[in-house]
């Protein structure tokens, strides 16, 4: 499985994922909230961490193992 460099702490378990072709591939699952809070306490700003991850890790495609990364869902 790939997994992100210095996020460890922050991977939430995993997930099986369905290829078209058939196959199955598993894949390490983040929680973006725990990401961020690791940039911040690395100096940069909650909003540094935010650009951060949405262009250098979520736009990241890896290959079929890519990781998932969840959010947690905000109430209105």
Do not use: H
């Amino acid at each position: 499985m790939i997994t992100f460099d210095g996020l460890d702490d922050a991977i939430a378990g995993t997930s099986d994922v369905w290829m078209t072709d058939g196959t199955k591939v598993l894949r390490y699952v983040y929680n973006g909230d725990k990401m961020v809070e690791i940039f911040v306490k690395q100096g940069m700003t909650e909003d540094e961490a935010m650009d951060w991850i949405d262009f250098k890790v979520e736009g990241a495609y890896c290959g079929e193992a890519t990781p998932v990364i969840f959010w947690r869902a905000f109430e209105n």
